[in-house]
């Protein structure tokens, strides 16, 4: 019988009722949001730098406001999306410490090897996307 180390105590995972399943995805998604709000305040912080890097490919192009909310919207969607980028790895950690106590040993042994492979794997995501993808998306739709 396994045993589960989370904040609900150490219990059998037989034990846990239904609720005290939602209620452990209620903490860790808590936690997760929690992480999400921190990283975008923290990406505030460096939004209008972040909107420079973004433009560099657009060669000194600046953005254009249509409508009266947009350079808001734009500058806080950047700030967003920073912060789920550098929360990525609290996000796993979050999904982590939730499926944890239900696997056995030897299905840990493997996420081990998942969890460091998927941030190393989203990072080179990342950088495929911006210096493969953008450049080729920025010539393509400058010139359609």
Do not use: C
Request: aromatic fraction near 14%.
């Amino acid at each position: 019988m396994t045993t589960a180390n989370t904040g609900l105590g150490t219990e059998s995972m037989e034990a846990f009722s239904i609720l005290e399943h939602l209620n452990e995805l209620r903490i860790r998604l808590t936690w997760a949001a929690g992480g999400i709000v921190v990283a975008t305040i923290l990406a505030l912080a460096f939004t209008v730098d972040l909107l420079q890097f973004i433009l560099q490919p657009y060669e000194n192009s600046e953005l254009v406001v249509l409508g009266p909310t947009e350079g808001i919207e734009t500058f806080f969607r950047v700030a967003i999306t920073a912060g789920l980028i550098i929360s990525m790895p609290w996000l796993l950690f979050q999904v982590w410490k939730f499926v944890e106590p239900a696997l056995t040993k030897e299905e840990k042994k493997y996420i081990y090897l998942f969890l460091p492979t998927t941030v190393i794997f989203f990072s080179i995501g990342i950088l495929f996307a911006w210096f493969v993808l953008v450049p080729t998306a920025i010539n393509f739709l400058s010139t359609f």
